[in-house]
Structure formats: C-alpha cells, structure tokens
C-alpha cells in the first residue's frame, strides 16, 4: 500500500507559480501511476495530471501549458510545477496514485492552494 503526503500549498498572486510535492512511502511498482486532482469549494474533485513511470504523461485542457508533472524517482517525490497560476486555480490539491488511469486508489491529505487577484 503506497502512502502519499503532499507539500507546498500556499496563496500566492495571479501569474504567480508554486511547486507542489507528493512524497510516496515507498518504492512503487513499475506500473504505479501517479496524479492530481483538485477540489475547489462547492465544485468536485477534478483531475489535474498524472504521469507514468515510462514518462508519459497528461493534463486536463485547463492546466495544459501551464502546469507540468514529473517524478524524481531518487527522492521518492512527484511534482507539479505550476505557472501562470489563475484565481480558478484556487482547489485543495491531491497527490493520487493507483495501477489505472486516472489514479484514483491512493490519496494523500490535501494541500491548498490560493490564487488571489
């Protein structure tokens, strides 16, 4: 069972970028997909990303261009930079992880991010 913590939510002005971490517990298993979602207040969960060990990864429409995902596989963590950040960013975001797409299994606590005007 793969643990997942997410750092690194704070408010920050539009345009502004963040990194967000998601430290795994462990090794994961070469067909172990990792991803994130967002929740905004009154809205539900959306996905953000996901990536694949073999590197491939995806964006919903939204983020594309402007977020991007990657794993440092020395430190156990995955990524999303984000920038260009936008006042519809505002979400708690969530690390997930599972063996399908979108991952959906595992998920961490949350941390939240603000974009403010």
């Known amino acids: 069972q793969v643990q997942l913590v997410e750092s690194g939510g704070k408010s920050v002005q539009t345009g502004g970028s963040l990194r967000l971490s998601c430290t795994t517990s462990?090794?994961?298993?070469?067909?172990?997909?990792i991803g994130w979602y967002r929740q905004a207040p009154g809205k539900e969960r959306e996905f953000v990303a996901s990536i694949r060990r073999s590197g491939s990864k995806y964006y919903v429409d939204s983020v594309k261009g402007r977020f991007t995902i990657s794993f440092a596989s020395a430190a156990n963590t995955v990524y999303l930079q984000m920038d260009s950040l936008k006042p519809e960013d505002t979400a708690v975001y969530y690390c997930?992880?599972?063996?399908?797409?979108?991952?959906?299994?595992?998920w961490g606590q949350g941390t939240q991010v603000t974009v403010s005007s």
């Open positions: 462990g090794r994961t298993y070469s067909s172990y997909i």
């Open positions: 997930t992880g599972g063996s399908t797409w979108p991952p959906q299994r595992d």
